[in-house]
Every structure is written in C-alpha cells, then in structure tokens.
C-alpha cells in the first residue's frame, strides 16, 4: 500500500486567484514604483544622452499628433499613483481609530483594494511602453524566430548529449532494488520524474542561456534587427522556439518513462499502485471531553516531542477525538444509495514498545456524523440497534437516515504508515443543511498514541485516469521548464551566457521548497513578531550591551536608527523572496508517485502564477534589449 | 515627465534619404570609461538616387557610422536620421537593405531557408517569399548551391548570399558595408554592375569600402574619413580635378616651348585639330593617399562645410 501525501502547504486553487492577484499587484507595483523613481532621477541626471532614454516613455515623447493620447494615458497612470496610495494609507490610519475587529477588518481590506489599485497604476505605468508594442507583434516574425531557434538547436546538435544520458538511465533500473512491491512503484515514478527534470532543464536552460549571446556575439543579430523586426519579438520568438521544442522531448520523454515504469514493475504493484485517487480533503482540529461531558475544541492535539510538527496526537483511552470537517461537499457523493470510501493512514507513538506488542498496532475507532441530525446523548440507543441481530443493523443506510451517525462495529487495529480504506452509507450525507460532515478518529488503546495531520483521511470522491495523471504530472514539469526558459532568455539579453546560466539556476535552486523555507527562516530573523531580540542591528546592539532578548531596551535616538535599518533589511528580503521562484507552486508530481489525482484547478493556478510571475521578467526584457547597443 | 526635445530636427524632404547632424561615437567600456572616439561630429546629407561612398582607413569610422544609421549603436551626440526616423525606429527598416562588412548569417541554414527566414521577418506571405528568394538566388548565382548549408560557403559565396538578404525587401535605400571585400575579378565587376544596376532603378547606396577603383567606378559622391573625422565630401568628379593645371590633347603636331605659350591660337595657326582642353584628374587613389598623409601631418578635421554650401536648405545644425 502507500505511504502518505505530505501536504505541508495548502496548495493555491482557484478561489485564491482575487488575494494572490491583489498580493502581485501590491508587491509588483511597489517594485514598480520604485522603478520609475529611479529611471527618472536617471534621466533628469544625465540628461537625454543616455541610451536608457529610450527607456519607459523616451519613445512615447516623440510619438505625433494622432498618437498623442498615449502620452496622456501615460501620465494619467503616473499622476493617480499618489492619489491611490494616499486614499490605501488614510484608509488603513482609519482602520486603526476604531477597535471593532471586524470593522477593522472591512476598513483594513479597503486600504488593500486602493493599494492594490495603486500598484495597479503603477504596473500600467512602468509596462505602458511594452504593452503597447505588445499589440504591434507580428506572430509570422515571432514565428520565424521560433523556426530558426527550434533549427539551430536542432542542427547544432545540442540535443545530442541529452539522448546519450537519456540511454544510460534507461539501463539505471539494473540497480535499483526493491525488495516490496507497494514500493515499487512510488521509487520508479519519483525517479523517472527527477530525471526528467534535471535532464529537461540542464538542456533548455543551456540553450537558452546561450542562444542570445551567441546571436551577439557572432553578429548574427545585425542583420535580424535590422530588419522591421520589434526586439521583444526575438526575445518571444525565442521563448516560443525553445519551449515547443522542448516539449516535444518532454512529451517523447514522459512516454518513454511510462513505458519504462510500466517494464519495472510487478504485476502487483502494477495493481495495488496505478491509481489517480480523487480525494476531498477536509479540516482537522482536535476535540476533548471536558468535566461537563461536553466535546471543547482544541487546535491541536498532544505533542509527543517529535521533532517534525507536521502531525499532531491523540491519546489512547482518553476522551480525545479528532475531528474532521467537510464543508460543501460535492451533490454527486450522495446521488445514488452507496458506501463512501475514506482511506486513512496514520502515524503511532509508542509509549509501550517491544514484544507483540508492537506487530499489533492500535485499536481505532473511526465514526461519521451529521450534525444535523446526530445527538451524542442518543449514543447508547445508537449501539444497540447497531448490535442487535436485527434488520437495522444489517442496512447501515437505515441507521443513518435515523440517527444522523454511523460507526464501525468493531474498531479497526491499525499499524503504522499503513493506508486503510473504510466505507460509510451516502445517506449519511442527507439533510445536512449548512453544517460541516464529520468524520471522528479516536483511539482506544491505552498508552499509545496516535498521529495524525490533515492530509491523513480524505474521502474519496472518484478513481481518476491514471494516464491522464501522469500526463498531469509532466505538466507540472512543464511549468518549471518554461520558468527556466523563460528566465534564462530574460537574463541574456543583458548578461552573458554562463552568468545567465548560473543566475537562473541558482534561482531555480533557491525556489525549490525547502530551500524557500530556509530563506523564509533566515528572513524571520528580521521579524519582530517571530523574533522578540529584533533584527540584526538590535541584536547587535542587545550582545553588546549584555542584554537578553526579552529585556526591554533604551530608545535612544541611535537605537531608533538602528531599529528602522532592520525594517528596511526585513523589507529589501521580503523583495528578494518576491523575485525568486516558488517551485512549492507548480510541483505535483509527488501526488502521481502517491497514487493522488492532481486536480484541475491547480494546475490552472499554477499557470496563472506562472504567467504572473514571468511579467515583470518579460517587461524586464524588453526595457533591458531596447536599450543595449547590440553591436558593441 | 521630462520630454525629450530635439533641437534639431531631421528636414522634411523626400529627397534627402540619410541625414546625419554632428553625428559622434564614443565607445565606453563596461564602467562608462572612454575606450576610443570612433566618429566626430559628422554631418553629411545623402540623396534620392546617389550611390554614396564612404572612404577612409581601417579604423576611420566607417562600420561605426553605418551601424548608427542602423540603430545597432545608439549615438554619443549627435543624431542620426533615414527616411526621417532615428536609428531606433524600427519602421524605417522596412525600406533599407543592409549587407554587413561579413556577413553574419545563420551558418545552418541553407540559402534557401534563409532568403525565407529573412522573408518572413518582413511579413511576407509565403508565395511572395519564395518568389523573391528564387528570383535572388538566380541573380546572385547561387541556384547550383541553393540547398547547401551557408557553413560550407565560401567567402565570396557568402557575400552573395549576404546581399540577396539584403535586397529580399526590394529596399529603396542599400547599404553595403565593403560590398567586395572577398569577391574575384569577375565578382567585383558584378558587384559593381549590380550597384550601378540599382541606382538606374532609382535606388539610393551607402557604401564603404577600401578599393578606391570600385569607388571610383560608381559612387557620384564620397565622404573621407581620418580617424573619426570627415576630411573631404564631394562629387567624385569635382574631387578628382586639378584645378591649377589644364591638360590639353592634340594631334597632329609636334610640342615645343613656343607652343606652350601659346596654346588654343597655335594650335589654330599650325592648322592642328584641338581635340580636348581640360583639366586633367587624378586617380582617386592619389587624392586618398594625399588626403590621408595630410591628415597625419595635421590632425583634425579637413573638410569644412563652407566649401560646399549646404545641400539642404534648412539644415539647422553646422560643424
Ligand atoms: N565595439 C568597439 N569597442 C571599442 N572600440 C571600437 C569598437 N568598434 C570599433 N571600435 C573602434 O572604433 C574605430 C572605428 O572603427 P570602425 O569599425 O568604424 O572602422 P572602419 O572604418 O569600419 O574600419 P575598417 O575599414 O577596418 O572596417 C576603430 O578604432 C575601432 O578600434
Ligand atoms: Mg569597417
């Protein structure tokens, strides 16, 4: 069987698509505000003999009589990016006057849609130039470029040294060894997915790294630029050639690993482990019986002291449960009479180890209520029809139209990391009215415990294609290639192919999960909510002084000082996390390898991210291109 | 925000198809540090229907002046206009051919692939692409060796290949950086057939290069250039008179002192035929060496624009 998915982090559905969006506009608008300053103190600086003034609005200065609204629009951009961030801060200063939360709240969302409105402008303002150029790209010159791009790396045989490595990991499965078919397949999928990352992005990253710089360096760009060729569309040509080109491989690649996966492993687990399960997941907290023999609710249950805070506890033979809740579950679960599969896995702490003991696992009870219709004081009546050997008992959908609950008969012994499916009756899901579905986890043995996070039980909803979700998962892949890709073009056109290269492979490096989570730790150091010494200057200041973390310290004027470069140190850091990728956003695949449907939604938020995302490094492009002297 | 206002402004005329106004270069390394001044405040006018030559010693400035006409480098000072629009307008592109001192091609695709790739760059529609890129590749020669990639080219064959790329838009305005440079006897004579070709049809040329017969053969005006500054800019012809002296053919007698002094009337006396009375040229490559050994005994600019009065009315910017 499987072990379980690990969903540390919500992953972004399409709901969240309003806050993420006002989030980029916020962010981006700042950088875009600051952007501008800086080109214009640059211009009012050194004057018109730059070649950045032909920068942001330089063109749009010289545009004539019919084309002047441009211009108009341009400042109309410029002129309301005070305005709206003059109404976001009075808004939030008004937020702060009153002490209702939630009008608060309502004033302080206020102050976010005129920020946002302000970063809105700002990104207009900044893009103008480029957006209006965007509507004059010929797709037959973009094309073109493609073609060509697509036919130098073809002809120049870059993809040679790639088929060489893709041939040896073919011959990789003579070392791989596994012992339990329920492993199999989960070692295969993940190997064949990392495979394929690493040997798509080594390749399209080097090519387009060193395909501008190559086209300057060898000159062949004068003669392409000086025809009525737009320089963005080089740029997009480019992307567009690489990314076809590459996905091509991807695809041929993904179909080989299919194949190869499928050669690898046992019919067995061919059988046990080709699925797409479609889960629904649900929220946990934990609940406890009070002296009152009332259920209180608890965030968390009991820590055991492990070190990883991702699951949390409950405890045998005490009065502690936890909870699961499904809101707005789907119609269709409950259309036809039938029993609902859930699957479960869970962790177990021991505080009695060894002998039989161990092989045994842990007695656990699993309930389903309606909280519509279920009242915990009708328990006993509940058990005794379950157990007498009458009708009743035998239709489980009859029970639970009449009391609103269903139980097993019998708890379930449960071993560790062992995924577990139960069954409970649709009808269950009737009349529920606006309250959430329960599902209830306690524990029955004395003196174990059991662990559990969120992601543990789902129900599930439906069996999913399984080829479609391998197919799925390559697209996730196929995100991160043109995330490289595109950077790897953006950085070129400015610097050269080896720096490009570094530059966009340490990005990607620092926007794989964990590393992101390091950086954010690092970045907390700044935080003065998560770290009470302050940020580095205070903390300085704190070792000097021999004072500890939490003692107060003197506000002296070099203090205050010292304080607000640590707000600006937390800023400029909470800029750098902005500009560097999180993979955390597009990365699936773990769900393919664990038998999970990668739903829908996500992958279109994904790509919207994405897209978002690659804006500001596209804009960036253009500008950096328009401006650089190719032949020099 | 500020505006960009230009002092000056190209001339709204048909005729003048180049335009440049203290047009200087100053090549910068990476920390903005002057590495060399490869142009000096040039101003010249090319017009309608001129093939325009660019004369002057390697490292004189020539390919820097092109490639700012062509927007590949952005000017120092100075402005640069074709058709009226600065370098940077990629409009103007439409109109110009440009042949680069090598040319730079891909070298994988065939002669084929790129009269089509470069087709497709002016938005072509594909019968119209491949219509021009048969017609050129007939007219450069190169129909035998169409299918061939450009990185088994030779050297004059890759001119030619070049040129048919840069006249795939049928350009009014061509502009030939060494369009010889690499071409045989018999190549150079259809080189320059080909230049003087496109000027019957009303077409306009640019040219450098560094063989003054060539220059001589076809250019109707010539720029010299010394180390970034323009040292003589005229007609061909005016340039190459000797205007002190008067050359004089005869046939049928026999020269003397006495005739020398004398000259129209004894020729009449003696009952001789007065055939021709001139003032005799020079070799272009007389004047060149001339122009240049004076510009390294005195440094600086040769050529002021009082000697030739304005050929625009209205150009508002002098030397
Ligand atoms: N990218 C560059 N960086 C620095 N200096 C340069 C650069 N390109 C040209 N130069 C310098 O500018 C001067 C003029 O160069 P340019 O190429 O315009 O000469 P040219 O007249 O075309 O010469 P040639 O007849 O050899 O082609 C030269 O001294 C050259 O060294
Ligand atoms: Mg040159």
């Known amino acids: 069987m499987f072990a379980v998915l690990i969903k540390e982090s919500e992953n972004a559905t399409l709901s969240d698509f309003g806050p993420y969006l006002l989030h980029w506009l916020i962010v981006t608008g700042t950088m875009a505000v600051l952007v501008l300053v800086v080109v214009e103190i640059y211009r009012l600086a050194t004057g018109r003999g730059s070649s950045l003034r032909r920068g942001l609005t330089g063109r749009l200065s010289e545009v004539g009589e019919q084309d002047a609204w441009k211009l108009r629009l341009y400042r109309l951009f410029v002129a309301f990016i005070p305005l709206a961030v003059a109404v976001a801060l009075g808004l939030y200063f008004w937020s702060l006057r009153t002490d209702a939360p939630d009008i608060r709240q309502s004033r302080e969302n206020l102050a976010l849609l005129a920020a946002g409105a302000a970063g809105l402008l700002a990104v207009l303002a900044v893009s103008w130039e480029f957006l209006l150029d965007l509507a004059t790209l010929s797709p037959r010159r973009v094309w073109a470029i493609a073609r060509v791009s697509m036919t130098e790396a073809i002809r120049r045989k870059s993809l040679w040294g790639f088929v060489v490595i893709l041939a040896v990991f073919l011959f990789a499965s003579w070392f791989i060894q596994t012992d339990r078919p329920e492993h199999q397949w989960r070692i295969y999928v993940q190997l064949v997915f990392l495979v394929m990352t690493l040997l798509l992005l080594i390749t399209s990253s080097i090519i387009a790294c060193f395909s501008l710089p190559n086209d300057i360096k060898q000159q062949t760009i004068h003669t392409i630029i000086t025809k009525p060729v737009r320089r963005f569309e080089l740029v997009l040509g480019r992307i567009v050639g690489f990314t076809l080109l590459m996905t091509a491989v991807l695809l041929v690649m993904s179909q080989l690993s299919l194949l190869y996966v499928f050669r690898g492993i046992d019919e067995s687990a061919k059988e046990q482990s080709m699925r797409a399960r479609v889960p629904i997941f649900g929220s946990l907290h934990f609940e406890e019986l009070d002296s009152q023999m009332k259920w209180r609710p608890t965030a968390t249950g009991v820590s055991v002291g492990r070190e990883w805070t991702y699951r949390s506890y409950i405890r045998g033979g005490s009065a502690q449960e936890a909870v699961w809740r499904f809101n707005r ?19 177990i702490f021991r505080t009695s180890k060894g002998g039989e003991d161990y092989k045994e696992g842990v007695s656990t009870q699993l309930a389903f209520v309606n909280p519509n219709k279920w009242d915990f004081g009708r328990y006993a009546d509940y058990r005794k029809l379950l157990e007498s050997k009458t009708e009743a008992s035998d239709d489980p959908h009859k029970l639970a139209r009449q009391f609103g609950y269903y139980e097993l008969k019998s708890p379930l012994t449960v071993v560790d990391y062992q995924t577990y499916t139960v069954w409970f009756p649709s009808s269950l899901l009737e009349d529920l009215g606006n ?28 069996e999913g294609s399984f080829y479609l979700n391998f197919m799925k998962g390559t697209l996730c892949i196929w995100f991160v290639m043109v995330l490289m890709i595109t950077l790897g073009v953006v950085f070129s056109t400015y610097l050269n192919a080896l720096v490009s290269l570094m530059l966009s492979w340490f990005m990607l490096l620092c926007g794989i999960p964990k590393l992101r989570g390091f950086i954010k730790l690092v970045g907390s150091a700044f935080d003065p909510d998560e770290n009470p010494g302050g940020g580095p200057m205070e903390s300085v200041v704190r070792l000097l002084q021999n004072k500890s973390l939490t003692a107060p310290i003197e506000q002296t004027r070099g203090i205050r000082v010292l304080q607000w470069m640590d707000d600006v140190f937390r800023v400029l850091f909470n800029g750098l996390l902005a500009i560097l990728p999180d993979l955390g956003h597009y990365t699936r695949t773990d769900y393919v390898a ?7 939604t996500e992958l279109a938020m994904s790509f919207l991210i994405l897209v978002a995302y690659l804006f500001p490094f596209l804009l960036a492009a253009y500008y950096l291109l328009n401006a650089r002297e190719v032949a020099n | 925000m500020a505006e960009i206002t230009s002092n000056s402004q190209p001339t709204a005329s048909d005729d003048i198809i180049v335009q440049t106004r203290t047009l200087s270069k100053v090549y910068l390394d990476f920390w903005g540090r002057k590495k060399k001044q490869a142009l000096r405040a040039l101003t010249l006018d090319i017009r309608r229907g001129e093939v325009f030559g660019l004369l002057g010693p390697n ?12 927007g590949l480098l952005f000017p120092s000072e100075g402005e640069a206009w074709v058709f009226g629009k600065p370098g940077t307008d990629v409009s103007k592109n439409e109109r ?9 091609l891909y070298r994988f695709l065939t002669a084929e692939e790129t009269l089509d790739f470069y087709g497709r760059l002016f938005n072509m529609p594909a019968d ?10 007939e007219k450069v020669g190169l129909a035998r060796d169409k299918k061939r990639q450009l990185k088994e080219y030779s050297k004059g064959m890759r001119q030619r290949i070049g040129l048919a790329q840069a006249l795939i838009n049928d350009p009014e305005l061509i502009i030939l950086d060494e369009p010889t440079s690499g071409l045989d006897p018999i190549g150079t004579r259809w080189m320059k057939n080909l230049i003087l070709e496109l000027k ?6 640019l040219m450098c290069s560094h063989r003054l017969d060539d220059v001589q053969d076809v250019c109707d005006r010539i720029a010299i250039l010394y180390e970034g500054d323009l040292q003589e800019l005229g007609e061909v012809d005016k340039l190459l008179e000797i205007q002190e002296q008067v050359q004089m053919r005869a046939k049928g007698l026999r020269m003397t002192d006495e005739l020398r002094r004398d000259l129209e009337s004894v020729v009449r006396k003696h009952g001789g035929e007065l055939v021709e009375v001139d003032h005799p040229t020079t070799t272009l490559e007389e004047l060149f060496l001339r122009i240049v050994e004076e510009s390294k005994a005195r440094p600086g600019r040769r050529y002021l624009p009082q000697r030739e009065p304005p050929v625009v009315a209205g150009g508002k910017s002098g030397a």
């Open chain 1, 594 to 600: 664990e038998g999970f449907n990668i739903p829908g």
């Open chain 2, 96 to 104: 110009i051919g440009y042949l680069p001192e090598e040319s730079y």
């Open chain 2, 200 to 205: 019957d049809r009303g077409k306009t040329v």
């Open chain 1, 329 to 347: 579950l789907p119609a269709r679960l409950s259309r036809s009479e039938r029993m609902i599969p859930v699957e479960f896995t869970f962790d």
């Open chain 1, 435 to 462: 309250e959430p579905f329960e599902i209830r986890v306690a524990c029955r043995s004395t003196s174990q415990y059991l662990g559990m996070a969120k992601a543990d039980l789902y129900i599930l909803a439906e």
């Open chain 2, 59 to 70: 490292g004189s400035g020539k390919t820097t002046t092109i490639k700012l006409l062509l």
């Open chain 2, 128 to 137: 119209v692409r491949r219509q021009r890129a048969q017609e050129l590749i």
